[in-house]
């Protein structure tokens, strides 16, 4: 059974950065698709960005396109979310996904789920 361990979040003010990491164990995730999600007490979790196994092909949602960037540690079975440029809208409990198909903005498509960082920016 694959086990994803998120971390990384923390309280930070606008402007600043922060990396998120995702460590897979247990099962080999080599071909899985990895996605970051987050999800606040008022929206429904939203796709943030994701990067596929095979190839390497990096995604990203509108609202952190040019801020955000993932990638990826095969050796280490780590993968990265670097967030610069934070803004308070960016505040939510961050969660990272595997899933056996390609990388798809669907939670439900995700078979595997880390327990969430809390990240905070304040305006």
């Known amino acids: 059974q694959v086990q994803l361990t998120d971390s990384g979040g923390g309280l930070v003010q606008a402007g600043d950065s922060l990396r998120l990491s995702c460590v897979a164990s247990?099962?080999?995730?080599?071909?899985?698709?990895v996605g970051w999600f987050r999800q606040t007490l008022e929206k429904e979790r939203e796709f943030v960005a994701g990067?596929?196994?095979?190839?390497?092909?990096?995604y990203y949602n509108d609202p952190v396109r040019g801020r955000f960037k993932i990638s990826k540690d095969s050796a280490r079975n780590t993968v990265f979310l670097q967030m610069n440029s934070l803004k308070p809208e960016d505040t939510a409990k961050y969660y990272c996904?595997?899933?056996?198909?390609?990388?798809?903005?669907?939670?439900?498509?995700?078979?595997?789920w880390g327990q969430g960082t809390q990240v905070t920016v304040s305006s």
């Open positions: 247990g099962q080999s995730v080599g071909g899985f698709g």
């Open positions: 990067i596929n196994g095979p190839g390497n092909q990096v």
């Open positions: 996904a595997a899933t056996r198909g390609v990388i798809i903005p669907l939670p439900a498509r995700y078979e595997y």
